[in-house]
């Protein structure tokens, strides 16, 4: 081996184990840096023509030191899809998390006060109800009557109101200017964005090597793309030989090597008979649409997670179901109340009042005759009406008949026992308007201080015959709905802590996999300076020797 | 093969350490300051249901006694009244009983019968109670006044003790006629003569016809009342109870009338006083006091038994009074009980035991002290120090 040979070696030696030392502070700078798999430096013999034989001598003599074979990354493909499954997984439960804890504190029936407790200020109205129920004629428990119903039917409209634009904030309102300003709509472009970029990154793989550091940072990016792609939708993943990722939803291909073959599309829907607002379609990358409708098909992500809670009524918990307990509550309470004011009576298509021919037992509420008797006298109104008093009461309108508010006699607190040829309709009541009828009898028409309609009220606090209610009192009605979304919700969040336990057990053991130990890199840092020191020496060593012929010469 | 164990997964498990026992002390922390353990009914949702059931059934409750304690008000007002009515109706029993041993002079039995008058205008008040703005003993016709006396028509016969008498008569209008009855002849050979006098003033004088001697009175109690009876909720299944006393069932209602002719000769008015209706306590004592007037005794005899009756009715009230408030004390020592079970499961989910959780979060503060230290201290821990 020449002194030459002995040279080129240690200078290729001083090389490698300065690339070696970069190597090793690059894993040490990322350290930290999510996604971040540690880097290796591969050392091989560096071998030239003649070197491949069994001869010791011949080997040394022909070899020509070290050299880097690769620059591996530590990564476990396996494992990193697994974790791609589960966070597309934790994604999912903890978007319906979210969103399940917003309905609880929007329906907020712990915290127990009036104000934002629908089980409180309905046990005010009954409280109401039984002050009138002893007090018919007076005037101070009628107008507390009428206005707690009134403060029941605000907090209803307050909390249908919120649901409903929370929905609305979610996946629209039906819209195409409301989906477009949703959080799914955010998600769904997040995820197109995502795509793109798995595609551009596709394209530098294929340009890059993996022999440097670039195309191992470059796998970094990829996977932590798919990670970002799996938190928004349910992906399947595959990788090539040469890096490339290729991703499908369900069997539908979204990215094929360095193309978008398959962009999340939305179209809103308005007022549909099944309730769903938005789809979500697929399109090619020529704008093709070629699937309208995928929704049943994203079971995972953040996407995922807002379809089905931001979906339409189900058996599992969605921000509509809520919605429509509310309406149940409000529409069955309406038909109840409504049922005790107007017992008896026939409403008449002018909204007028006749006694039922059939009916046995007539709600009453009060009047003054001509000579300003306070006198028992047919109901005019309804308690409650929907706010354009013709829709079909829901708990986004339901209000209190402000007829009712102005003119609180017109509550129904008696309830007499007759039959329809007893009433008269000749007789002036005071104060209200349209036809009304009183007892003929005129004993009986005095009888104002009959409060039975206030005893049937109180009693739905037993049970109801309410098919809107399950035939539950209002109040065990509430309770039960609300106890099932409690159920429901807390069911999401152990999901989602289960789940999130699960994926932090994952990511640990990838990270205890493909992370970097600083013991680890001072330990190789230390190796590669000694080496780098090693080959300083020979290196310097060449050059004595080097000197020393070059001065015999002279 | 050798696990490693990377930095970044380390400082992760630390963060996560830290983060886990932070949650912890600020869950701790709020319970600590609501001194609830749930506050959102995701925390527990079946324990979450049983406090809102609780709290459903307790306010059931409340409203129970609120409305027993509302009608235990009105029930006490008629209690008073009643021992009002009770006095008045036994002093007018021994009154009646007096006057109905023929011991007494004219003028001591008219003494009997002012007194007894006065007693039924006392009783009619009374029946006429009005408490917070509701006729007590008008059932469910809370704004009619239960009693009214009507005297129809009204007629009086009077000694003006010179020897001439006179009858005045007050149509249904309240028009008075008087006719004025004088004896023209002697004391042997009487010749009576009578001047009418009519609402307009003018006067005629004719022969007195036998019909002039003769008084004839109605008076009617008249219960305007309902037998509607009102009631009140005071538990479930519909459990109601009567808040109110039916006045004619106490009090009675009826007609007393009275005839009566007055004889010249013997200057002896004499007559008897029948009744008609329901009778009772009143109108039991209204045909005392015409009887008094007229010494029927026999009717003084029935209105004592009717007087005796009318006690008893009261007595049978204020018993039913006291049942009903009985009952009140009874549930509303139930429901106390059930309050009192209902609340102590409320706070034992909901509640907490701030002793236990003070040293929970004590042990939690100090854990996460104690996280933050050995995390400071594991992180400094390197290769490079002992380089």
């Known amino acids: 081996m020449s002194i030459n040979s002995a040279l080129t070696m240690a200078v290729n030696a001083l090389q490698v184990n300065q690339t070696a030392i970069s190597i090793v502070e690059n894993n040490v700078a990322n350290m930290n840096t999510e996604g971040y798999s540690k880097k290796r430096v591969n050392l091989g013999t560096r071998c030239i023509d003649g070197a491949e034989t069994t001869d010791v001598y011949s080997i040394a003599s022909h070899n020509a030191g070290v050299q880097i074979t690769s620059i591996s990354r530590y990564a476990d493909e396996f494992l990193r899809s697994y974790l791609r499954k589960e966070q597309s997984g934790l994604s999912f439960f903890s978007t319906e998390s979210e969103i399940a804890n917003h309905i609880v504190t929007i329906l907020d029936e712990m915290s127990g006060t009036g104000a934002n407790s629908l089980a409180i200020s309905l046990d005010e109205f009954y409280s109401a109800a039984a002050n009138l129920q002893q007090n018919p004629t007076d005037v101070t428990a009628r107008t507390d009557y009428i206005e707690k119903a009134n403060n029941f039917t605000i907090l209803l409209n307050s909390k249908y109101r919120d649901l409903n634009s929370y929905r609305t904030s979610l996946v629209g309102d039906g819209t195409e200017a409301s989906m477009q300003a949703s959080k799914l709509a955010d998600n769904v472009n997040k995820a197109n964005a995502l795509l793109e970029d798995l595609a551009v990154i596709n394209k530098r793989i294929i340009s890059s090597g993996t022999l440097n550091s670039a195309g191992n940072n470059l796998y970094d990016q990829r996977d932590a793309i798919l990670s970002q792609l799996a938190s928004q939708i349910n992906i399947e993943t595959s990788i090539s030989e040469n890096g490339v990722a290729s991703v499908s939803l369900d069997g539908l291909d979204l990215v094929k090597h360095t193309t978008v073959v398959g962009k999340l599309t939305m179209t809103a829907h308005y007022n549909t008979a099944d309730d769903v607002r938005v789809t979500i379609g697929l399109e090619d990358q020529y704008g093709v649409q070629v699937q309208t409708d995928i929704n049943d098909r994203i079971q995972g992500g953040s996407v995922g997670g807002i379809l089905k809670m931001g979906g339409p009524s189900g058996v599992n918990l969605t921000v509509q179901n809520s919605v429509d307990m509310l309406d149940d509550l409000a529409a069955g309470f309406a038909e109840v109340i409504n049922g005790i004011q107007t017992q008896g009576w026939i409403e008449q298509p002018d909204g007028t009042y006749i006694p039922d021919p059939n009916a046995t037992e007539f709600a009453m509420c009060i009047g003054k005759d001509s000579e300003g008797n306070t006198i028992l006298a047919s109901p005019l109104e309804k308690i409650f009406v929907s706010s354009d008093e013709h829709s079909v009461i829901n708990a986004g309108n339901i209000s209190v008949n402000s007829k009712l508010r102005t003119n609180t006699s017109g509550i129904s607190a008696a309830l007499v026992t007759a039959s329809s040829s007893d009433f008269t309709n000749t007789v002036e009541i005071d104060g209200q308007t349209g036809i009304q009828y009183t007892l003929t009898d005129e004993s009986e028409r005095t009888l104002v201080g009959n409060g039975k309609a206030m005893g049937v009220v109180l009693n739905t606090r037993n049970s109801t015959q309410n098919v809107r209610l399950k035939n539950l009192s209002p109040e065990a009605f509430l309770m039960s709905g609300i106890s099932a979304i409690g159920v429901q919700a807390e069911s999401i969040n152990n999901q989602d802590e289960a789940q999130a336990s699960k994926v932090e057990s994952i990511e640990t053991q990838l990270l205890n996999e493909t992370g970097v130990d600083l013991n680890e890199e001072m330990m190789d840092m230390v190796k590669y300076q000694q080496a780098y020191q090693a080959s300083a020496r020979i290196f310097n060593a060449c050059c004595d020797i080097l000197n020393v012929l070059i001065n015999l010469g002279a | 093969m050798l696990s490693r164990t990377t930095s970044s997964q380390m400082s992760n498990s630390l963060v996560k350490y830290m983060a886990s026992t932070q949650g912890k002390f600020n869950k701790l922390s709020t319970q600590l300051a609501t001194q609830k353990k749930i506050t959102s009914i995701t925390d527990d949702a079946v324990a979450a249901k049983s406090i809102l059931s609780a709290k459903r059934e307790i306010n059931l409750y409340n409203g129970y006694i609120k409305n027993m304690n509302n009608a235990e008000y009105e029930l006490k007002a008629v209690n008073d009244s009643l021992k009002g009515a009770k006095v008045q109706a036994s002093r007018a029993l021994d009154v009646g009983l007096m006057a109905a041993n023929g011991t007494y002079s004219d003028t001591e039995l008219n003494a009997f019968k002012q007194e007894i008058d006065g007693i039924i205008q ?110 009140v909720v005071i538990g479930a299944e519909n459990l109601e109870e009567d808040i109110s006393i039916i006045g004619s069932n106490l009090f009675g209602q009826g007609t007393v009338t009275t005839s009566a002719e007055f004889n010249p000769e013997t200057k002896v008015m004499t007559g008897n006083v029948n009744t008609t209706g329901d009778v009772g306590v009143i109108a039991s004592l209204t045909k005392l006091s015409s009887a008094i007037e007229i010494s029927d005794m026999d009717a003084m005899y029935s209105a004592i038994d009717g007087i005796q009756k009318g006690l008893d009715h009261i007595a049978e009230s204020d018993t039913k009074i006291g049942i009903s408030l009985n009952r009140f004390d009874t549930l509303r020592e139930a429901y106390d009980n059930n309050i009192t079970n209902l609340t102590s499961l409320k706070s034992s989910l909901e509640d907490a035991d701030l002793t236990s959780l003070i040293a929970e979060w004590l042990q939690s503060q100090y854990a996460l002290e104690a996280s933050y230290s050995l995390s400071s201290q594991m992180m400094g821990i390197s290769i490079m120090n002992y380089m």
């Not at chain 2, 028509?153 to 003790?161: I, K, S």
């Not at chain 2, 004719?206 to 305007?224: L, M």
């Open chain 2, 122 to 231: 006392n009783l009619t008040n009374f029946a006429n109670t009005n408490y917070a703005g509701t006729y007590l003993f008008s059932g469910a016709a809370i704004l009619t006044k239960p009693y009214s006396l009507e005297d129809s028509p009204a007629q009086t016969f009077v000694d003006n003790g010179d020897g001439s008498y006179t009858k005045s008569v007050k149509d249904e209008d309240g028009n008075l006629t008087t006719y004025k009855m004088v004896n023209t002849g002697t004391e042997e050979a009487p010749v009576w003569k009578t001047t009418v006098t009519n609402p307009d003033s003018s006067t005629t004088t004719r022969d007195t016809e036998p019909n002039d001697w003769k008084i004839e009175n109605s008076k009617n109690i008249v219960y305007n009342g309902s037998n509607d009876k009102r009631q």
